[in-house]
């Protein structure tokens, strides 16, 4: 048959050499989006410092858990610090994604992952609650009257109660993300989520005269901006709740940011309209651990109308004329 016996023995496939992290984590940063690559960019910067010159197959789980608890109580202290648990629940996670990137490409097997045998920190309970009438006026007195733009913060507070909107949802709004006819706005959040959201009128006005004056109309980019025209970042967030600490001592003491207005707003249309209508408002999806009845329940457009309706005191053009606890 014209083999010779060398032919009939098995020569071994050469063993593949696992890329280092340095080499690998800016491939990753590639393959993911703009808000993972955000979430998880410092974590991986950190991993870097740590294990740059590693390669994939190297960690263990118990490396893994070590250099979570480095990254634990070497946190920057922010006036939200929980202990540091964040921070760890992020690295693991960012650790998990590059694995997991690593197994799909088959430089580690699924059953040698490390990341996925190391448990993240147990989630403490939410300190945040929805703010009082009270609060969430002074609040809005801060805004309009301290500061060196007033007219930016007043609209940041006023976007965000009345939406419930996170921060990057406010940051990503663009001209092409209003619709002025039915007064929605579209929010595109975390998990590359979008949703129309309807906003009162005043709201919808306040917006267009924002990206009018500002130059958003005219460039087409992110729509809330300085008064230079620059477009504004969470610094602006940051400055602003550091602002109304100093002039409401109980909102400094409760650490009060964006994410209360959040809480505010949608205790309310959840007390009014219930839980269905209160989860769209949210902008949930249907794909969390409330179970197949969500597919049933699920509130529209209408009905989240109507509840901001409700709120604002003003009329919607996708309210229902009648219906809803107000």
């Not at 974590?43 to 410092?49: G, I």
């Not at 005269?209 to 130059?215: D, K, L, N, S």
């Not at 207005?261 to 009014?272: K, M």
Request: aromatic share 6%.
């Amino acid at each position: 048959m014209g083999l010779s016996p060398e032919d009939l023995v098995a020569h071994p496939e050469p063993e593949q050499i696992a890329p280092t992290f340095a080499d690998y984590i800016p491939k990753v940063a590639q393959a993911v989006s703009a808000g993972t690559k955000r979430v998880y960019g410092s974590y991986w910067n950190r991993v870097l410092e740590h294990w740059g010159r590693r390669r994939l197959d190297e960690p263990t789980a118990l490396e893994i858990k070590q250099l979570a608890e480095h990254v634990k109580t070497h946190v920057i202290a922010r006036r939200n610090a929980r202990g540091g648990r964040g921070a760890a629940e992020h690295l693991i996670a960012a650790l998990r994604c590059v694995f997991n990137h690593a197994v799909a490409d088959g430089w580690i097997a699924e059953a040698d992952n490390p990341a996925k045998r190391v448990p993240k920190p147990r989630r403490l309970p939410t300190t945040r609650r929805g703010l009082p009438d009270s609060g969430l006026a002074e609040i809005n007195e801060i805004a309009a009257t301290t500061g060196n733009d007033p007219l930016l913060d007043t609209l940041l507070i006023r976007l965000h109660t009345e939406t419930a909107c996170r921060r990057g949802g406010a940051l990503a709004l663009t001209v092409r993300d209003l619709d002025p006819q039915q007064c929605l706005v579209l929010l595109k959040e975390k998990g590359d989520t979008a949703r129309w959201q309807p906003v009162s009128p005043t709201l919808m006005r306040g917006l267009q005269e924002h990206a009018e004056h500002r130059g958003a109309a005219a460039s087409g980019g992110p729509l809330l901006r300085y008064r230079n025209g620059d477009p504004i970042t969470t610094r602006r967030y940051d400055h602003l709740w550091t602002r109304i600490g100093r002039h409401l001592p109980w909102a400094a003491t409760q650490q009060i940011s964006t994410h209360w207005l959040r809480h505010t707003t949608l205790t309310w249309v959840e007390r009014h309209f219930g839980y269905a209508v209160a989860r769209a408002y949210a902008g949930h999806t249907d794909s969390g651990g409330d179970g197949t009845t969500t597919t049933y329940i699920r509130a529209g457009i209408d009905e989240t109308a109507t509840a901001l309706a409700a709120l604002t005191g003003e009329p919607h053009p996708l309210a229902r004329t009648t219906g809803g606890d107000q």
